[in-house]
């Protein structure tokens, strides 16, 4: 058997597109009707997992309704996962969107676990406009006020 052409995978290659339809191997953590959920590959941290549409939508603005249902899965892991977490998504490369198909992280977090995101580490363009509090600490806990 041959690898799918780009005209052959749904989405015009794109690689979460060919994951939904089971046309690329993924680790799946649960799967719904309209939604997946996915290990990444780099995890950043224990419990990591990746939502998405199983259809193909370019990023959160472009469908809202999708982006609300796709949401609501994540919103329904973390609720299970139970603890601290991080729920992000991004529009376009210049917010760090990479792959263009509409995604959700779930980052668990923990105390002290090193990972901080990138508005909350010091020398942001905010601190340096002097437009509010920034964090010092690489757990992006917040020190100071606005």
Same mark, same amino acid.
Not at 8 to 25: D, K, R, V
Not at 87 to 103: V, W, Y
Not at 117 to 134: E, K, Y
């Given at each position: ?26 680790t799946v953590v649960r799967r ?12 950043? =941290?224990? &419990?990591?997992?990746?939502? !998405?549409? *199983?259809?193909?939508? #370019? @990023? +959160? ?18 609720? =299970?996962? &139970?603890?601290?977490?991080? !729920?992000? *998504?991004?529009?376009? #490369? @210049? +917010? ?13 977090r923990r105390a002290h676990d ?9 020398? *942001? ?22």
């Open positions: 058997m041959t690898a799918p052409t780009a005209k052959e995978i749904p989405g015009g290659g794109c690689e979460f597109c060919a994951i939904s339809a089971g046309l690329a191997p993924a719904w009707s309209e939604t997946i959920a996915i290990v990444p590959l780099a995890p950043v =941290t224990d &419990g990591h997992v990746i939502v !998405l549409p *199983t259809r193909h939508v #370019p @990023d +959160a603005a472009f469908e809202p309704v999708v982006t609300g249902l796709t949401m609501r899965r994540a919103a329904e892991l973390a609720q =299970t996962a &139970g603890g601290a977490a991080n !729920l992000i *998504t991004s529009i376009g #490369p @210049d +917010a760090t969107q990479t792959a263009p198909h509409l995604h959700i992280h779930l980052v668990p090193g990972l901080a995101l990138p508005w909350t580490t010091t020398g *942001t363009a905010s601190a340096a406009a002097g437009l509010g509090a920034v964090s010092d600490d690489p757990t992006g806990a917040w020190i100071g006020e606005a």
